[in-house]
């Protein structure tokens, strides 16, 4: 049978049918006239390439927007592929992907031969006609038919592939001017392209593709590096090899065809051999982009690191400063100051994170029932052109395992993490440093250490790598967002104005856990038992942790912030040193440093929490608590679910996908939490009752406050509503309790008192739960019960900050921050044996450190300094007075409920 007759049409009708290929009934082959014999794809491959296609390349595949998009590019005219290096076995996977897809197939492709890919008589045949003539002879024919082939796919319409550098290695070696001469003739290609679209008036389209091998960072080589990215066309046998080694890891990015009409209608004056140069440099300009989010900048030696940090004007200082120790020698004190950069500095490296993948995959699938994401598209976007620093909550230690799994998988350069020396135990100090982890000690009081690590973070910044940091400083055991510390912000600061970057992108990340694997742990904390420090013992114990399930893990990656744009009006205060008309001294200086960089701290903790996802534990744990019971019918629990989600839906939070699909009866997340031990379930005459028992209740608060951001101002609302007013009473009633509060809950203000206001008011009307009478607000009937549950949800915070400050107004003398706490936690525990208090899950540390700052900002405390005490003492302020009209509010808010 001949070969027409195996695939039914013939290669000028266009299409075959060819399931060996694709899977696709039709595959577009390019005209017969145009089609290069030696190196156009093929419809057919012989016996061994169809097999290694089926094992090797199955899993890859063009998602159908990149499809639609490439169909619809060539049906305006000619598509030229253009990749940075020749390679047959990029090309035949092209030929793969384009046949399954129903693309157009390549004529032509220079700088390779492509023809023993097909059925081995076809393929003896090319072979047979390519050995007429000498070597030389061979090769001036090649560049002839390329310039012939290349003008034919313009004028025809038809698809080819454009490599930008073809020269082999022993183009190099014959040397450097045949290499030089083999890249001309790259470029003239290019070029005649260019005159037969112009010359033709033809439309024509540049496509670059950016193919990808394997992931991770690229470190520097004193070699060539064959496998990619050399300046030289990769040999076969070195691309293969990587090939079979890391082919699961492919991935391919398509970029924005070049209308090369249009291009060249813009640049009237320029000619041809200007109008190829800027073409090569958009599309190597493309291709470098879409290199830098999968490798990210080049890993130089660790002890060249070394050399550039410590070589540093500010460390250098530092060196010297310490020398002038009596007992300290220059020699010494250099020893000291590389001892701590390899202290402090990571070590990444492509093979142990390839290795940490696997094993990270494995425990996520143990743990996790899925780890799914919104917005990483837009860090990719931002990582093209600048250096990114990720913001993340941070509720688990798998917070920064997750991050950078997801992505190293999504073939994105993972990020260097900020992380505290307590990480660094045992053989996993090793393992996170080579996974991209630098750490820093609790303190910074000593000069040199600090001037090492702001010289280390300030390289970061320069060299453009990806960090991450958590702002919060440590992990938050309540559920809420904490303080920000400024440090690590104010560092970052200044290393990218002294980098000389155009800007540093900041993205705040919200991780939203159905189940908390450190929950137990976190419960004991809260409760008043140690923080467990990091061991290989309790790593070892741990493993139990692997025989349970935790549910769904969202991120959402927020709206993200421009430095450069933020310090608009502002450089000034943090430009200080040599040069610079600024005392770095002058208090007024200080103070607008330290504005500036809380205002722009408080902003990424708001996008944290506004990037926080609702989930089916969070939502049921506000139903729950919001009820003096322990225990609801199941009706009322879904009604009370439906509740919160409406509330959440008003103010545009999203819901995992997972909660989403499970309303309105929300059967499954229910089943999920009797199935986690969080609620129980017993059967009555009158229905189902779901209730919690004491022991988990602390667990829901924790869950419950994940969403607290979002429930405040509807809560404080429902109090006012309650006592009834006028809507001016309750806006500034609202008022008051969001600057009081804000430290609590991290929320725009502005967005709150202005917007959301309103829409809650008309929301409570539409669903008849608050009336208007003239210009009073009152609560129906209905509503009572309505407002009651929300009121509740704020309670425990306002029974706190009760008992604090009531302990802190009984203190006649100074006394520090652990008196002050013992002493409002015994004020707590009094207040529940009197049922004053209602919930004592209320109570934690990190509330009363919370109230005792707002007291300090307010003058209502002094904090004296230590002087020589272990601990600052805290005094009676100018604004003492004010503490007992705190009181009376928080006691009249409480009175509401």
Same mark, same amino acid.
Request: glycine residues 6%.
């Given at each position: 049978?001949?070969?027409?007759?195996?695939?039914?049409?013939?290669?000028?009708?266009?299409?075959?049918?060819?399931?060996?290929?694709?899977?696709e009934?039709?595959?577009r082959?390019?005209?017969?006239?145009?089609?290069?014999?030696?190196?156009?794809m093929?419809?057919?491959?012989?016996?061994?390439?169809r097999? !290694?296609?089926r094992?090797?390349?199955?899993?890859?595949?063009?998602?159908?927007?990149?499809?639609?998009?490439?169909?619809a590019?060539?049906?305006?005219?000619?598509?030229?592929y253009?990749?940075?290096?020749?390679?047959?076995?990029d090309?035949?996977?092209?030929?793969?992907?384009?046949?399954?897809?129903g693309?157009?197939?390549?004529?032509?492709?220079?700088?390779l031969?492509?023809y023993?890919?097909?059925? !081995?008589?076809?393929?003896?045949?090319c072979?047979?006609?390519?050995?007429?003539g000498?070597?030389?002879?061979?090769?001036?024919?090649?560049?002839?038919?390329?310039?012939e082939?290349?003008?034919?796919?313009?004028?025809?319409?038809?698809?080819?592939? /454009?490599?930008?550098?073809t020269?082999?290695?022993?183009?190099?070696?014959?040397?450097?001017?045949?290499?030089?001469?083999?890249?001309r003739r790259?470029?003239?290609?290019l070029?005649?392209?260019l005159?037969?679209?112009?010359?033709?008036?033809?439309?024509?389209?540049?496509?670059?593709?950016?193919?990808?091998?394997?992931?991770?960072?690229?470190?520097?080589?004193?070699?060539l590096?064959?496998?990619?990215?050399?300046?030289?066309?990769?040999?076969?046998?070195?691309?293969?090899?990587?090939?079979?080694m890391?082919?699961?890891?492919?991935?391919?990015?398509?970029?924005?065809?070049?209308? /090369?009409?249009?291009?060249i209608?813009?640049?009237?004056?320029?000619?041809?051999?200007?109008?190829?140069?800027?073409?090569?440099?958009?599309?190597?300009?493309?291709?470098?982009?879409?290199?830098?989010?999968?490798?990210?900048?080049t890993?130089?030696?660790?002890?060249?690191?070394?050399?550039?940090v =410590?070589?540093?004007?500010?460390?250098?200082?530092?060196?010297?400063?310490?020398?002038?120790?009596p007992?300290?020698?220059?020699?010494?004190?250099?020893a000291?100051?590389?001892?701590i950069?390899?202290e402090?500095?990571?070590?990444?490296?492509?093979?142990?994170?390839?290795? =940490?993948?696997v094993?990270?995959?494995?425990?996520?699938?143990?743990?996790?029932?899925?780890?799914?994401?919104?917005?990483?598209?837009?860090?990719?976007?931002?990582?093209?052109?600048?250096?990114?620093?990720l913001?993340?909550?941070?509720?688990?230690?798998?917070?920064?395992?997750?991050l950078?799994?997801?992505?190293?998988?999504?073939?994105?350069?993972?990020?260097?993490?900020?992380?505290?020396?307590?990480?660094?135990?045992g053989?996993?100090?090793?393992i996170?440093?080579r996974?991209?982890?630098?750490f820093?000690?609790?303190s910074?009081?000593?000069?040199?250490?600090?001037?090492v690590?702001?010289?280390?973070?300030?390289?970061?910044?320069?060299?453009?790598?990806?960090?991450?940091?958590?702002?919060?400083?440590g992990?938050?055991?309540?559920?809420?967002?904490?303080?920000?510390?400024?440090?690590?912000?104010?560092?970052?600061?200044?290393?990218?104005?002294?980098s000389?970057?155009?800007d540093?992108?900041?993205?705040?990340?919200?991780?939203?856990?159905?189940?908390?694997?450190?929950?137990?742990?976190?419960?004991d904390?809260?409760e008043?038992?140690?923080?467990?420090?990091?061991?290989?013992?309790?790593?070892?114990?741990?493993r139990?942790?692997?025989?349970r399930?935790?549910?769904?893990?969202?991120?959402?990656?927020?709206?993200?912030?421009?430095?450069?744009?933020?310090?608009?009006?502002?450089?000034?205060?943090?430009?200080?040193?040599?040069?610079s008309?600024v005392?770095?001294?002058?208090?007024?200086?200080?103070?607008?440093?330290?504005?500036f960089t809380?205002?722009?701290?408080?902003?990424?903790?708001?996008?944290?929490?506004w990037?926080?996802?609702?989930?089916?534990?969070?939502?049921?744990?506000?139903?729950?608590?919001?009820e003096?019971r322990?225990?609801?019918?199941?009706?009322?629990?879904?009604?009370?679910?439906?509740?919160?989600v409406?509330?959440?839906?008003?103010?545009d939070?999203?819901l995992?996908?997972?909660?989403?699909?499970?309303?309105?009866?929300?059967?499954e997340?229910?089943?999920?939490?009797?199935?986690?031990?969080?609620?129980?379930?017993e059967d009555?005459?009158r229905?189902?009752?779901?209730?919690?028992?004491?022991?988990?209740?602390?667990?829901?608060?924790v869950?419950?406050?994940?969403?607290?951001?979002?429930?405040?101002?509807?809560?404080l609302?429902s109090?006012?509503?309650?006592?009834?007013g006028? %809507?001016?009473?309750?806006?500034?009633d609202?008022?008051?309790?969001l600057d009081?509060?804000?430290?609590?809950?991290?929320?725009?203000?502005?967005?709150?008192?202005s917007?959301?206001?309103?829409?809650?008011?008309?929301?409570?009307?539409?669903?008849?739960?608050?009336?208007r009478?003239?210009?009073?607000?009152?609560?129906t009937?209905?509503g009572?019960a309505?407002?009651?549950?929300l009121?509740?949800?704020?309670?425990?915070?306002?029974?706190?900050?009760h008992a604090?400050?009531s302990?802190?107004?009984?203190?006649?003398?100074?006394?520090t921050?652990?008196?002050?706490e013992?002493?409002?936690?015994?004020?707590?525990?009094?207040?529940?044996?009197?049922?004053?208090?209602h919930?004592?899950?209320g109570?934690?540390?990190?509330?009363?450190?919370n109230?005792? %700052?707002?007291?300090?900002?307010?003058?209502?405390?002094?904090?004296?300094?230590?002087?020589?005490?272990?601990?600052?003492?805290?005094?009676?302020?100018?604004?003492h007075?004010?503490l007992s009209?705190l009181?009376?509010?928080?006691a009249g808010?409480?009175?509401?409920?």
């Open positions: 049978m001949s070969e027409q007759d195996r695939s039914g049409k013939t290669a000028a009708e266009g299409t075959v049918n060819e399931a060996d290929l694709s899977g009934p039709e595959i082959l390019p005209d017969a006239e145009v089609a290069d014999p030696y190196s156009a093929t419809a057919r491959y012989n016996v061994f390439f097999w !290694f296609a094992r090797y390349i199955s899993h890859l595949d063009f998602d159908e927007a990149t499809t639609t998009a490439l169909k590019v060539e049906e305006r005219g000619a598509v030229v253009v990749m940075r290096y020749a390679s047959r076995l090309y035949f996977l092209f030929n793969t992907l384009f046949a399954r897809r693309l157009r197939l390549s004529a032509f492709a220079n700088g031969s492509f023993y890919y097909q059925p !081995f008589w076809p393929a003896i045949q072979w047979w006609k390519r050995r007429r000498s070597g030389s002879e061979r090769r001036e024919e090649d560049r002839r038919r390329a310039k082939k290349a003008r034919a796919v313009v004028s025809r319409g038809e698809s080819m592939f /454009l490599f930008l550098r020269q082999r290695l022993r183009s190099l070696l014959r040397g450097r001017e045949a290499a030089v001469a083999e890249g790259d470029q003239d290609l070029e005649e392209i005159k037969t679209a112009r010359d033709e008036d033809k439309q024509v389209a540049l496509v670059p593709l950016a193919l990808f091998w394997r992931k991770g960072p690229r470190a520097t080589r004193g070699f590096n064959l496998t990619y990215g050399a300046p030289t066309r990769p040999t076969d046998i070195a691309k293969v090899t990587s090939f079979l890391t082919y699961q890891d492919l991935a391919i990015r398509p970029g924005v065809p070049i209308d /090369l009409r249009a291009f209608a813009s640049r009237p004056e320029d000619g041809d051999a200007r109008l190829v140069r800027k073409l090569r440099r958009a599309i190597q300009v493309f291709l470098f982009r879409e290199e830098r989010i999968v490798e990210g900048p890993l130089r030696p660790r002890h060249r690191v070394q050399e550039l =410590l070589a540093s004007d500010e460390v250098s200082q530092a060196v010297a400063e310490r020398a002038r120790d007992k300290t020698t220059p020699e010494a004190a250099r000291q100051a590389e001892k950069f390899r402090i500095a990571a070590n990444m490296n492509s093979t142990f994170l390839a290795i =940490l993948n094993a990270a995959t494995w425990i996520f699938r143990k743990l996790f029932a899925s780890i799914e994401t919104s917005g990483m598209e837009r860090v990719s976007h931002y990582a093209k052109d600048q250096a990114v620093v913001v993340p909550s941070h509720r688990s230690y798998f917070d920064f395992l997750i950078t799994w997801l992505f190293y998988g999504q073939h994105t350069m993972p990020p260097h993490i900020a992380s505290r020396d307590n990480m660094a135990f053989p996993f100090g090793f996170f440093r996974a991209g982890a630098f820093m000690r609790k910074f009081d000593d000069p040199l250490y600090k001037a690590f702001r010289g280390y973070l300030a390289y970061l910044v320069k060299e453009g790598f990806t960090q991450e940091f958590f702002i919060e400083g992990r938050s055991r309540t559920g809420k967002s904490m303080a920000p510390r400024m440090g690590m912000l104010n560092w970052n600061i200044q290393a990218f104005l002294d000389g970057r155009k540093l992108i900041f993205v705040p990340v919200g991780i939203t856990y159905e189940r908390l694997v450190e929950e137990g742990a976190m419960i904390e809260l008043g038992g140690g923080k467990q420090q990091e061991s290989m013992v309790a790593l070892v114990q741990a139990k942790v692997l025989q399930r935790f549910g769904s893990v969202f991120l959402c990656f927020g709206e993200a912030v421009s430095l450069a744009k933020a310090l608009e009006g502002h450089e000034h205060l943090f430009r200080t040193g040599s040069g008309d005392v770095e001294d002058d208090p007024a200086i200080v103070a607008g440093r330290r504005d809380e205002r722009l701290a408080n902003d990424l903790v708001e996008r944290i929490n990037s926080i996802v609702a989930n089916a534990t969070s939502v049921a744990a506000c139903a729950l608590l919001g003096p322990r225990g609801l019918f199941r009706h009322e629990l879904v009604r009370r679910m439906a509740e919160v409406e509330l959440l839906k008003l103010q939070v999203r995992t996908p997972a909660f989403a699909a499970d309303e309105p009866e929300f059967e997340s229910i089943s999920f939490l009797l199935r986690s031990g969080l609620i129980k379930s009555d005459p229905g189902e009752i779901l209730y919690f028992e004491d022991s988990t209740r602390r667990a829901l608060v869950y419950r406050n994940t969403l607290f951001h979002f429930l405040m101002a509807p809560s609302i109090r006012q509503l309650l006592r009834g006028t %809507e001016r009473e309750l806006t500034q609202l008022d008051f309790w009081l509060l804000y430290r609590e809950f991290f929320a725009p203000k502005a967005l709150v008192q917007a959301q206001r309103s829409a809650y008011l008309d929301y409570f009307e539409r669903i008849g739960v608050l009336e009478r003239e210009d009073q607000l009152r609560a009937e209905k009572q309505y407002f009651g549950f009121a509740e949800q704020t309670r425990s915070l306002l029974e706190a900050y604090a400050f302990a802190i107004a009984e203190s006649e003398a100074p006394q921050a652990k008196q002050l013992k002493a409002a936690e015994e004020q707590f525990r009094r207040a529940i044996l009197i049922t004053e208090v919930s004592a899950e109570w934690n540390p990190v509330t009363f450190r109230a005792l %700052e707002l007291l300090a900002r307010r003058g209502i405390v002094e904090k004296q300094p230590a002087e020589g005490r272990a601990d600052a003492l805290y005094a009676s302020g100018e604004a007075g004010d009209v009181l009376g509010r928080l808010a409480l009175g509401s409920r």
